[in-house]
């Protein structure tokens, strides 16, 4: 999970210096997740994380601005 978290904080520094959308960034954000989702030893584990990591971008919008509201 450390690798991860460095590689989003990169993306993230990298994102801002290079203009990316924010579905962009997103997309990004969820082939980091797959990949560390792919490590977990258990497959119900895994299925779970590769579930959550299918979310679309704009299923993603709608949940966080229901949970602001």
Do not use: W
């Amino acid at each position: 999970m450390k690798h991860a978290a460095f590689f989003l904080i990169c993306l993230t520094t990298g994102v801002a210096v290079s203009g990316c959308s924010t579905e962009q960034l997103y997309a990004a954000g969820r082939n980091a997740q797959r990949a560390e989702c792919m490590r977990q030893p258990d497959s119900l584990q895994r299925e779970q994380c590769l579930k959550d990591a299918g979310m679309s971008h704009d299923a993603y919008q709608r949940e966080k601005g229901a949970a602001g509201n």
